[in-house]
């Protein structure tokens, strides 16, 4: 009798889909949010969520940051990094502590980037420095942390220079994304302004800097790796392609250019393999709002559209959970978080939940502890 109702109850856990009991530990996930919002207000959010029933709970949230638009996580020593996307010099990097459960989220220390708009932020892979792309700055701002995360040192500025074909929107650099290629301390900058990704082996030096050429009024703008780093992704937010790149060392080689946008929105926003690296996602703004499914071919990481999924307006950014089985959706003017179930075999998304929220813009998920 007693394997009988255990064998029930994995049944019932298995078919769970949106909603359900709590599962084991391992299955609640911290969820943290940012958003445009004022200083006084509270722009980040810190969420349990259950990876396997999608269950949410807001459990704390801080103010002191205006316009913290994107963050990234140091899971290991409960830090979470924010930038203050602001205009001139208003604009700031920020680090708070969380409580290993999410139950506190403090703000510990704040400065200037030196770069106006500051758009993304991003870990050194040592854990050591963190770095800003500032997109009115034309810039990178980059700062040393001490031992207990804070900022160690002023700020050193990464300068970039030009522009491109669009007079309207590539008539100064606009960086809009850093990130490491895999297993490698080489960064790659995405320079939406000058069509171009700056390939960057010592990024607090600057030293030994390359140019790879992007095709004109492109616009880069976010970049994904597959997990064994051997190919990169790369969409363009003005003509909404995905460019699908061999990487070797620091070595980029192009191979396939594949439409997301195919309504010439110029809205092309975010970019994200499937952690099993099958299915890939990239979302599109401004027209036909949603996010475009592609299945990768796994001998040579080459896309093949597959779908569309609507989603609410000015979807900016999304996040997909560590065992792949629900994809969240920040849209921005519709001031919701929506979630996706995704299906394992096709990659297509279902609409099976909301999280209300004002203004979000990103989404990043830890472990809870």
Known sequence: MKYGLLI???????????????????????????????ADSTGIKCYS??????????????AGVSNPSFICVDAENHRLYSVGEDSGNSSTMNMLFYEPDGSGLTLCASDTTGGAAPCHIILSPDGNRVFTANY????????????????????????????????????QPHLHQLSFI?????????????????VIPDPYTDEGRKELNIKPGSGPRHTTFDSN??????????????????????ELTLKQTIAADSLNAEGSADIHLSPDNEFLYASNRLKGDGVVIFKVNPANGTLTRI??????????NFAITPNGKFLLVACRDTDTIEIYRRDYSTGLLELCGNIPSSRPTCIAFTQAK
């Open 182 to 198: 895999p297993a490698t301390g080489t960064m790659l900058a995405n320079d939406l302004g000058t069509d171009k990704i700056y």
């Open 229 to 250: 780093g051997t190919h990169a992704y790369m969409l363009t937010e003005i003509s909404g392609e995905i460019n699908v790149f061999d990487v070797s060392g620091d």
């Open 8 to 38: 029930t109850a994995i049944i019932a856990a298995i078919a769970t889909g949106c909603t359900g009991t709590r599962t084991q530990n391992d299955d609640t996930l911290l969820m943290f949010t940012g958003s445009y919002a004022p």
């Open 49 to 62: 969520f259950n990876q396997q029933t999608s269950e949410w709970n807001l459990i704390s949230e801080a």
């Open 307 to 316: 779908g569309f999924q609507p989603t609410g307006a000015h979807p900016r």
């Open 136 to 171: 009115m700055g034309g810039s990178i701002s980059a700062y040393t942390l001490d031992s207990t995360g804070h900022f160690a040192d002023t700020v050193k500025i990464i300068q970039f220079y030009g522009g491109s074909v669009d007079s309207l929107r590539q008539s």
